[in-house]
Nanobody
Framework: QVQLVESGGGLVQAGGSLRLSCAAS????????IGWYRQAPGKQRELVAT???????NYANSVKGRFTISRDNAKNTVYLQMNSLKPEDTAVYYC?????????????WGQGTQVTVSS
């Protein structure tokens, strides 16, 4: 089994910054793609940013130039640096990863961390 634990959410004023972290633990052989999704009240969950095992990145258009995703493979951790935050960035942010365990490739989700941006 694999666990993803997010941290770093909170309340920030518009224009401010936050850094989210997601640490993976458990029976991990290799983490393939890992990234962040978010869900605002009344809206569908949407992709924010992902990073592949080869460090290729993908961003939602709404966060390009403001957010930066990175990973530390030695720590099985992914980060999301969020700058120039806007009220519309308010959401629960979820970490998600495709992980090779001893026997299979499976998709895992974290429990989410709240990010609130005040105007």
């Amino acid at each position: 089994q694999v666990q993803l634990v997010e941290s770093g959410g909170g309340l920030v004023q518009a224009g401010g910054s936050l850094r989210l972290s997601c640490a993976a633990s458990g029976s991990i052989f290799v983490i393939n793609t890992i990234g962040w999704y978010r869900q605002a009240p009344g809206k569908q969950r949407e992709l924010v940013a992902t990073i592949s095992s080869g460090a290729g990145t993908n961003y939602a258009n709404s966060v390009k130039g403001r957010f930066t995703i990175s990973r530390d493979n030695a720590k099985n951790t992914v980060y999301l640096q969020m700058n120039s935050l806007k009220p519309e960035d308010t959401a629960v942010y979820y970490c998600a990863a495709d992980v090779y365990t001893d026997y299979a490739l499976n998709h895992y989700w974290g429990q989410g961390t709240q990010v609130t941006v005040s105007s």
